[in-house]
T-cell receptor, first 112, second 111 residues
Framework: NAGVTQTPKFQVLKTGQSMTLQCAQDMNHEYMSWYRQDPGMGLRLIHY???????DQGEVPNGYNVSRSTTEDFPLRLLSAAPSQTSVYFC???????????FGSGTRLTVV | GENVEQHPSTLSVQEGDSAVIKCTYSDSASNYFPWYKQELGKRPQLIIDIRSNVGEKKDQRIAVTLNKTAKHFSLHITETQPEDSAVYFCAAMGSNYQLIWGAGTKLIIKP
C-alpha cells in the first residue's frame, strides 16, 4: 500500500514549457485534489475531483488543467509554465467528504 | 463563502508547557474539522480531526475542542516536546465538500 505517489519530486522548467505532474493513489479514494504551497504560505486548491470523470476548479485554477480517467490517477498539466508557478505542488486523496486527506510527498517546481 | 481564520501565526512555548492554537470558521453548515502538522520540507499529515456532533476529541497529548455556537475550534498540545515543532494547519469542510484551510501556525518549542 503505497498511499499517494507523486512524480517527479523535483523539476526545473523554462518559461513557456509544458509538463504533467503525475499523481496516483492505491487506496480506492474517490476524492483527489491538487494544491500549491508557496514558501511560508498555506495550501491553495488548484483543481479537485470527486470521482472518475468528474473534475472542478479550486481557487487558483488558471494555467492548469486536470483530468480523471481512472479512480487511481489524477495528473496536473501546466500548459505554458510561468515563473509565478514556481511552488511546491501536493496531490492529496481521501475516501469521502468527511475524512482527512492523505498527501503525496510533493513536487518542487521551479520555472526560470 | 467559507473562511477560516487561524491564530496565532507564530507560537513559542517552553518544552513541557502546553500549546493552544485557535481557528474560527464562517459557515455554520461546516461539519468536519481536521488538523494537520507539516514539518519543514515535508508533506502535511493529519494529526486529529473532529466532526460537528462531537465537542471534544483526544489522542494522547493532542486534543481538539469544537464550539459550534461560537464557530471556533482549537488544538491543544500538552507536555510539548521538541518534535512538536512544526507548522500546524486547521481546516473546515466547505459547502462544496472541499476543505477551507487556515493560514497556519508555526509552533516553536524552546528547550
Amino acid at each position: 500500500n503505497a498511499g499517494v505517489t507523486q512524480t517527479p519530486k523535483f523539476q526545473v522548467l523554462k518559461t513557456g514549457q509544458s509538463m504533467t505532474l503525475q499523481c496516483a493513489q492505491d487506496m480506492n479514494h474517490e476524492y483527489m485534489s491538487w494544491y500549491r504551497q508557496d514558501p511560508g504560505m498555506g495550501l491553495r486548491l488548484i483543481h479537485y475531483s470527486v470521482g472518475a470523470g468528474i473534475t472542478d476548479q479550486g481557487e487558483v485554477p488558471n494555467g492548469y488543467n486536470v483530468s480523471r480517467s481512472t479512480t487511481e490517477d489524477f495528473p496536473l498539466r501546466l500548459l505554458s509554465a510561468a515563473p509565478s508557478q514556481t511552488s511546491v505542488y501536493f496531490c492529496a486523496s481521501r475516501s469521502g467528504a468527511g475524512y482527512g486527506y492523505t498527501f503525496g510527498s510533493g513536487t518542487r517546481l521551479t520555472v526560470v | 463563502g467559507e473562511n477560516v481564520e487561524q491564530h496565532p501565526s507564530t507560537l513559542s512555548v517552553q518544552e513541557g508547557d502546553s500549546a493552544v492554537i485557535k481557528c474560527t470558521y464562517s459557515d455554520s453548515a461546516s461539519n468536519y474539522f481536521p488538523w494537520y502538522k507539516q514539518e519543514l520540507g515535508k508533506r502535511p499529515q493529519l494529526i486529529i480531526d473532529i466532526r460537528s456532533n462531537v465537542g471534544e476529541k483526544k489522542d494522547q497529548r493532542i486534543a481538539v475542542t469544537l464550539n459550534k455556537t461560537a464557530k471556533h475550534f482549537s488544538l491543544h498540545i500538552t507536555e510539548t516536546q521538541p518534535e512538536d515543532s512544526a507548522v500546524y494547519f486547521c481546516a473546515a469542510m466547505g459547502s462544496n465538500y472541499q476543505l477551507i484551510w487556515g493560514a497556519g501556525t508555526k509552533l516553536i518549542i524552546k528547550p
